[in-house]
């Protein structure tokens, strides 16, 4: 089903993808609300088994930041998604990068333990909540934290307080599970250190433009160039629309056909996918790679 824009040619749209960059939760699969278990949703395997037969780009960027990007990785492996570790990012990915950037050496991580080994592989020093001078550093970084309590908040303010900047991984209220949505903690949590402090946050997760520019750097091709596959109008398809790349929109996630056909601006995708594996039939495809002999 098109949701094309009046006056925007879908071809000239589709036709300048040279590579992609999917969403997991809702797009490729869904989980139970713990992480702990996944379901492959249908056509996944075989359009992401296409992409690496015909050269195409592709990387994976979820908004959960619980588990290290190779270990996600190696989760979707044994569920049968072609993930390589290489291809697999999450916010903690782009913050790590960012991070490295600007010269932040100590970061305090409100998270689980996976939250900030992006950071730590990066060089930049992770501290956590009860460690020593835990609210001593450049910035906070909030992430997947479903044990999170005051005295991380507190901790978090004590920084902010300080002069640490405040980073986020999520600002998403909801993500797709197997169970219906389940609330975004990051966004949650977030919205409490805001409340005391009022500082501004900078988000590193989709939909912001540092997530698309690397994303589109690991691909290696420019940023309106990049094909955002996804089942959330605010996140993918808001990033997608934000950077003039090409907005493709799932239905298997926490947005139906009929919801889709009712946004508009910024939220509406350029084309709507009832499943996934139409993704191979629609047009939007680049050519495949050709091998030097």
């Known amino acids: 089903m098109s949701a094309q824009p009046s006056g925007e040619p879908s071809l000239d749209v589709l036709r300048r993808v040279q590579g992609f960059v999917f969403d997991v939760d809702g797009t490729l699969l869904l989980s139970n609300r713990s992480l702990g278990e996944y379901e492959v949703l249908p056509g996944a395997i075989e359009v992401l088994t296409t992409l690496n037969t015909r050269g195409i780009p592709f990387v994976l960027l979820t908004n959960g930041s619980a588990y290290p990007p190779a270990e996600q990785a190696e989760r979707l492996r044994k569920i049968g998604l072609p993930v390589r570790d290489e291809q697999m990012f999450t916010p903690s990915s782009v913050t790590a990068d960012?991070?490295?950037?600007?010269?932040?050496?100590?970061?305090?991580?409100?998270?689980?333990?996976?939250?900030?080994?992006?950071?730590?592989?990066?060089?930049?020093?992770?501290?956590?909540?009860?460690?020593?001078?835990?609210?001593?550093?450049?910035?906070?970084?909030?992430?997947?934290?479903?044990?999170?309590?005051?005295?991380?908040?507190?901790?978090?303010?004590?920084?902010?307080?300080?002069?640490?900047?405040?980073?986020?991984?999520?600002?998403?209220?909801?993500?797709?599970?197997?169970?219906?949505?389940?609330?975004?903690?990051?966004?949650?949590?977030?919205?409490?250190?805001?409340?005391?402090?009022?500082?501004?946050?900078?988000?590193?997760?989709?939909?912001?433009?540092?997530?698309?520019?690397?994303?589109?750097?690991?691909?290696?091709?420019?940023?309106?160039?990049?094909?955002?596959?996804?089942d959330d109008p605010g996140v993918e398809i808001v990033m997608a629309r934000r950077g003039d790349a090409t907005a493709l929109a799932v239905t298997t996630g926490i947005t139906t056909a009929e919801d889709w056909a009712r946004e508009s601006g910024m939220k509406r995708p350029h084309l709507v996918l009832a499943h996934i594996d139409e993704l191979l039939t629609c047009g939007v495809l680049p050519p495949p790679v050709r091998k030097l002999p």
């Open 98 to 230: 960012h991070m490295s950037r600007n010269r932040i050496r100590r970061a305090l991580v409100l998270g689980q333990r996976g939250v900030g080994h992006a950071l730590s592989e990066a060089g930049i020093e992770t501290v956590f909540t009860g460690e020593p001078r835990a609210s001593e550093v450049d910035a906070v970084y909030v992430g997947w934290h479903p044990d999170c309590g005051m005295k991380d908040i507190e901790t978090a303010c004590k920084a902010i307080w300080s002069g640490a900047k405040l980073y986020a991984a999520s600002d998403a209220a909801f993500f797709a599970t197997r169970h219906g949505r389940s609330i975004g903690y990051s966004r949650a949590i977030v919205g409490a250190i805001r409340h005391m402090t009022r500082a501004p946050m900078i988000l590193m997760g989709k939909p912001s433009m540092h997530a698309l520019r690397f994303v589109a750097r690991k691909l290696g091709v420019p940023v309106r160039a990049v094909g955002v596959v996804g």
